[in-house]
């Protein structure tokens, strides 16, 4: 942090330095500008542009129990045809485990 300074003098900092001067806030009383490489921060912008379109490939799970009611069955289907309808991998778990409950008297 420099403070106020004149526009010439800060164009011949950045100039010295092999820099840009970009403004970064201009509102307010006195503008706010930094010396940076601007074609440095430009590339980075794009390279994790680039990034965050890329897919997570994280894969859906959808457990099946032998004794799903009618409803239940239903509503995974659902999920499990939107989740491929958005590109997403789905895995269908099917679990044949049967419990009964016994009342002890």
Do not use: W
Not at 6 to 15: M, T
Request: glycine share 4%; hydrophobic share 35%; with cysteine.
């Amino acid at each position: 942090m420099v403070g106020v300074v004149d526009i010439e003098e800060a164009l011949a900092v950045a100039a010295r330095a092999g820099m840009d001067l970009v403004e970064v806030v201009s509102e307010g009383e006195y503008p706010v500008c930094k010396v940076y490489n601007y074609s440095k921060q430009k590339y980075n912008k794009k390279k994790h542009g680039v990034t965050k379109k890329q897919r997570s490939s994280a894969v859906k799970e959808l457990k099946f129990r032998i004794n799903i009611e009618d409803n239940d069955y239903n509503i995974k289907l659902n999920n499990l045809k939107s989740f491929i309808e958005k590109g997403n991998k789905v895995k269908v778990s099917l679990r044949f485990v049967v419990v009964s409950y016994s009342i002890k008297r």
